[in-house]
């Protein structure tokens, strides 16, 4: 998927499939005849047709090829439209050069994705997009194969209305792997549902020549049928800058063996080999592009679904806009853990790894054409952040995005000491963006046996981050008021200063709840909730959106004494009402100097309990002293901590 050491490896399909076999002769909803599906009768001469298909657009496909084709055998070549010319991977000529010579190229998705774990932009980008693509090259695309064999109903939907004529699964056919054991032994010609048509696992480095034919003879042996062998890597599978092979490999040696079998068996008329093209029939239909991708995101966290917490989408096991990613030899296990690092109603991400050869594994922003994916800005150079638990080193790694939507591995950071108990930040400054790339992702990794669980991840365009002149490193509330800094809550004063210690008013308080909210669309009345906050206020937007969420009811003489400063125990109230006005915990702190009579007596407690105020010693809360501006920054870090927006 990269273009060196480090790619994002091909899961298994037992991961997504295993549940689900197709049933030989089952009608299904979505029929061949209301879906307008044509192929060639079934084969009733022939028991077994074969069609020997291709993932990935490896290099190493060329010359298996060029020995297939000598032996007057062709094959389908599903190929992401965004790995042609990446290093490792085809290019242009190659693939034209597999369709002069009358192979099938069929489509894969741009950057292959898991494509159930994505919006249905992003997924009609990705599939409709590389149809786009590829046909710009020259190439006819009529058939899809879906990356990881991950598939559900929206995504069969989507692959049909970009045009493509079927879709391959992955693990639905019966083969040496265990699990297959009560499996069809073949699809059916025409398949029931030709948008998951059933193949045997992907083949490996364990598959043997007879596990290969087995294959052949055993749908021949019960009635025939159509069969898809999977191959990814021909040859060794070793990544020539890191020595790693990719277990998706078989030798060259056992393929040409295999190839020649299967070569006479089609002499000796008990198989015919084809394309898929040639198996399913139909027509090239025009080409769909995909939406445009989201506007890129410039300023504040890059990252989305930062703390992991959103989880995504159709039941995916993995958070929103982040995706497992994986190289060499190791056993990763991916999971959630609670409590996270912000507090106990958060959670985090582990990663387990066992039975480490080599290579990593690491938690990545989704690499994707838009709708995940953090924008960059050739030449600039990003800030990145992330809290961690370890029980060894671990570092940043990092790709970007370029050309047609490839994903590249960029670089690595220096490494980050082992904390097995305790919380640990690691903080990173990439260097400078390499021409041409337009969005990058960034994740901590693992690389030993062991655990690694990371949280709370941050990444900012280091052009938009500002060090204010009166906060130094030393500061109580540094780290929180850079966060407030970076995250654009708080812009500071024009001569660079934030003035830390000088009271926060109501006014740049309702400025610092709008940002942390997220800037929500919101048009303000025409006629101010408070008589004395003018349209022509700095802050007019902020305070009436206050209002009108609910955080503020203002004074009871219609004003909200925009330039008064905020006592604690009205922050207090203010963020309470902002998580909704949630149920107290009966066992929530008291304070010594905030009784029960006190009117903010809950939204305090509340405000303890949930560690975003510690109070001060002698178990005091201060709840009628001003807040400054260095407080409150703290305040709305640790609100972020426990309530982490998605």
Not at 40 to 51: G, L, R
Not at 202 to 229: E, F, K, M, S
Not at 254 to 264: D, V, Y
């Amino acid at each position: 998927m990269v273009s060196n050491a480090r790619p994002i490896r091909e899961t298994t399909p037992s991961t997504f499939h295993k549940s689900r076999a197709l049933v030989i002769g089952l009608t299904l909803a979505l029929t061949a005849s209301v879906i307008g599906f044509v192929a060639p009768a079934a084969q009733a001469a022939i028991p077994t047709t074969v069609t020997l298909t291709f993932d990935d657009a490896n290099a190493d496909q060329v010359p298996a090829a060029s020995f297939i084709n000598g032996l007057g055998m062709k094959g389908t070549f599903f190929t992401p439209s965004g790995y042609i010319g990446v290093p490792g991977y085809m290019n242009v000529t190659d693939v034209l050069g597999l369709q002069t010579a009358g192979n099938e190229i069929g489509g894969h998705s741009v950057t292959h994705p898991d494509l159930t774990t994505m919006n249905v932009d992003e997924v009609t980008r990705q599939v409709c997009n590389d149809r786009v693509n590829l046909t710009a090259m020259g190439l006819d695309i009529q058939n899809f194969a879906y990356p990881f064999a991950s598939e559900n109903a929206a995504v069969e939907s989507i692959v049909q209305q970009c045009g493509y004529n079927s879709a391959r699964g992955l693990g639905d056919i019966r083969s040496k792997v265990p699990e297959s054991a009560t499996f069809p032994f073949f699809e059916n010609i025409p398949p029931a549902n030709p948008y998951v048509t059933g193949a045997p696992d992907q083949v490996d480095n364990t598959w043997t020549l007879l596990d290969l034919q087995n294959l052949v003879t055993d749908a021949n042996t019960n009635g025939g049928g159509w069969i898809q062998y999977t191959f990814h890597h021909i040859g060794t599978g070793v990544d020539p800058s890191s020595g790693v092979a990719d277990p998706l490999t078989v030798s060259t040696e056992l393929f040409q063996e295999f190839s020649t079998w299967l070569a006479g068996q089609v002499t000796a008329g008990t198989v015919v080999v084809k394309t898929v093209k040639e198996v399913i029939g139909g027509t090239t239909k025009p080409t769909v592009a995909g939406p445009a991708a989201p506007a890129p995101r410039t300023l504040g966290n890059l990252i989305q679904n930062p703390s992991m917490e959103t989880p995504g989408p159709n039941d995916s096991p993995y958070p929103n806009c982040w995706a497992p990613g994986s190289y060499g030899v190791n056993t990763p296990v991916y999971t959630a853990v609670s409590p996270g690092h912000g507090g106990t109603a958060t959670a985090a991400r582990q990663i387990g790894l066992s039975n480490y050869v080599g290579g990593d594994a690491k938690f990545l922003q989704q690499m994707d054409l838009g709708q995940c994916a953090p924008s960059a800005t050739p030449g600039n150079t990003y800030l990145a952040k992330a809290w961690y638990k370890a029980t060894g080193v671990t570092q940043f790694e990092a790709y970007y995005r370029t050309g047609l939507g490839s994903w590249v591995y960029w670089t690595a950071s220096p490494w980050f000491v082992a904390s097995p108990t305790e919380w640990a930040q690691a903080s990173w400054t990439t260097p400078a963006v390499p021409a041409g790339a337009t969005a990058i992702s960034i994740g901590l990794n693992i690389f030993a046996n062991g655990t690694l669980i990371t949280d709370d991840y941050e990444l900012y365009d280091t052009t938009t981050v500002r060090a204010f002149t009166d906060v130094p490193s030393t500061s109580q509330f540094y780290r929180e008021v850079s966060w407030a800094s970076d995250n654009q809550i708080t812009t500071g004063y024009s001569d660079g200063t934030f003035r830390p210690l000088q009271n926060i008013d109501r006014n740049a308080m309702a400025a610092f709840m709008y940002r942390l909210a997220g800037s929500p669309a919101y048009t303000p009345p025409a006629v101010s909730h408070f008589t004395d906050v003018p349209s022509t206020g700095p802050f007019y937007k902020e305070v009436n959106w206050l209002f009108d969420a609910g955080i503020t009811t203002g004074y009871g003489d219609g004003t909200f004494r925009p330039f008064g400063p905020v006592n604690r125990d009205a922050v207090a109230a203010f963020l309470y009402r902002m998580n909704g006005k949630p149920a107290v915990p009966a066992n929530a702190p008291t304070f010594v100097d905030v009784a029960p009579s006190n009117q903010f007596y809950n939204e305090i407690r509340w405000l303890a309990a949930t560690g975003i105020t510690t109070g001060y010693d002698g178990n005091l809360f201060k709840p009628v002293q001003p807040i400054a501006r260095d407080a409150m920054a703290a305040f709305v870090y640790r609100y972020n901590q426990n309530f982490p927006k998605g």
